[in-house]
């Protein structure tokens, strides 16, 4: 199934339509459901995500919203909000970073709010931002680095057909720790 942009979406405010999920980008008003996954989710996210904690609060949600306003503007980073289609809720969030539009790729990364973990969500989310990469950004290259230990992250690359490349040493700072993790890579058809 092909990842769907919303009719009438410009590049800057697009939203995807992909197998029950709607990606859009994250509003203002958000921020509540926002912080409450994100709390919801710190036992099975903090290890890798370290900003993700239990005070997480709206002004950091809402700052981080703003920083992902600035690097769409800047054409550098496609974040979006995860949300189910049929019903609005939240699900967590994924996106496109670290573009690097003269060598025509990017990083792909994702989380999903522990209550809906194991769903297939991480891995259709993979696989609709891909297809949006490629067809519609059109990069050549999207990378999921997956810090060495983080299993589940690394089944959601693997099931979304995404190839192991290799370990890449200190690629990753986690808690201001250098830590190795895995290269996975997808390119277009």
Same mark, same amino acid.
């Given at each position: %199934?092909?990842?769907?942009?919303?009719?009438?979406?410009?590049?800057?405010?697009?939203?995807?339509?992909?197998?029950?999920?709607?990606?859009?980008?994250?509003?203002?008003?958000?921020?509540? &459901?926002?912080?409450?996954?994100?709390?919801?989710?710190?036992?099975?996210?903090?290890?890798?995500?370290?900003?993700?904690?239990?005070?997480?609060?709206?002004?950091?949600a809402?700052?981080? $919203?703003?920083?992902?306003?600035?690097?769409?503007?800047?054409?550098?980073?496609?974040?979006?909000?995860?949300?189910?289609?049929?019903?609005?809720?939240?699900?967590?969030?994924?996106?496109?970073?670290?573009?690097?539009?003269? *060598?025509? $790729?990017? !990083?792909?990364?994702?989380?999903?709010?522990?209550?809906?973990?194991g769903?297939?969500?991480?891995?259709?989310?993979?696989?609709?931002?891909?297809? *949006?990469?490629?067809?519609?950004?059109?990069?050549?290259? &999207?990378e999921?680095? &997956?810090?060495?230990? !983080?299993?589940?992250?690394?089944?959601?690359?693997?099931?979304s057909?995404?190839?192991?490349?290799?370990?890449?040493?200190?690629?990753? %700072?986690?808690?201001?720790?250098?830590?190795?993790?895995? %290269? $996975?890579?997808l390119?277009?058809?």
């Open positions: %199934m092909k990842a769907v942009i919303a009719a009438g979406a410009d590049r800057k405010s697009s939203a995807i339509v992909f197998e029950g999920l709607l990606l859009r980008p994250l509003e203002d008003g958000d921020a509540p &459901v926002f912080v409450e996954a994100v709390r919801e989710s710190v036992e099975s996210i903090s290890r890798w995500m370290p900003w993700a904690s239990h005070d997480y609060s709206a002004a950091q809402l700052e981080w $919203f703003a920083a992902c306003r600035a690097q769409r503007a800047a054409a550098t980073a496609l974040e979006f909000g995860i949300f189910s289609q049929d019903t609005g809720i939240f699900l967590g969030g994924a996106g496109l970073n670290e573009i690097r539009r003269d *060598h025509r $790729f990017c !990083n792909l990364g994702y989380w999903v709010r522990q209550s809906r973990q769903q297939g969500i991480a891995s259709r989310c993979v696989r609709a931002l891909a297809a *949006h990469a490629f067809a519609s950004e059109g990069l050549q290259r &999207v999921i680095v &997956v810090a060495v230990g !983080n299993t589940a992250s690394e089944k959601v690359a693997l099931k057909g995404a190839l192991r490349e290799g370990i890449a040493r200190n690629r990753l %700072m986690i808690n201001d720790l250098a830590v190795p993790a895995h %290269m $996975f890579s390119a277009p058809a």
